[in-house]
């Protein structure tokens, strides 16, 4: 099956954390935010705010070098969450499931939010807005720079 690409803009982003918000607000308080870094800080940062969460926390697991996927490595736990009661976990994406299972390991209380959610790793968040195909790549606005592309049907052989 061919890789699929979603570019996703600021401007996108920024309503789909927004609508995140909207379907979290009834089921806080929370304790604090912990976002997954790196790709949960600012989904984390809109989500936060929205809900008016001061207390922000991070966890990191490595899961990609580039877009080569690896063995998770935990880079940083964490720790003031305890088992995350009260405590929203937040990421950009949940895809094959890797990284939400070492972080549900982690903090198995935590309620788990995602703006996006691939079939494979939705079934392991709480919360998420949009799904999108398991082979498509979403492209975030802090990974790409705005450029022409040429028409599609150019690109698939129609002209």
């Not at 082979?135 to 028409?151: A, G, K, R, S």
């Amino acid at each position: 099956m061919a890789q699929r690409y979603y570019t996703v803009s600021w401007d996108q982003l920024h309503r789909d954390g927004k609508a995140l918000a909207w379907r979290l607000v009834g089921a806080g308080p929370w304790k604090g935010v912990i976002a997954i870094t790196r790709g949960g800080l600012i989904p984390a940062a809109i989500v936060a705010r929205e809900l008016d969460c001061r207390i922000i926390e991070t966890v990191s697991v490595v899961t990609y070098d580039e877009e080569v996927k690896g063995d998770p490595r935990i880079v940083k736990t964490a720790a003031a969450a305890g088992d995350g009661e009260g405590w929203l976990l937040l990421d950009d994406l949940v895809d094959t499931g890797t990284t939400a299972r070492v972080v549900r390991a982690m903090l198995p209380k935590a309620h788990f939010a995602t703006v996006y959610a691939k079939p494979a790793g939705k079934p392991l968040v709480d919360t998420f807005v949009t799904e999108v195909s398991q082979d498509t790549w979403i492209l975030f606005p802090w990974d790409t720079e705005q450029q022409f592309v040429p028409p599609i049907a150019r690109s698939a052989g129609g002209k």
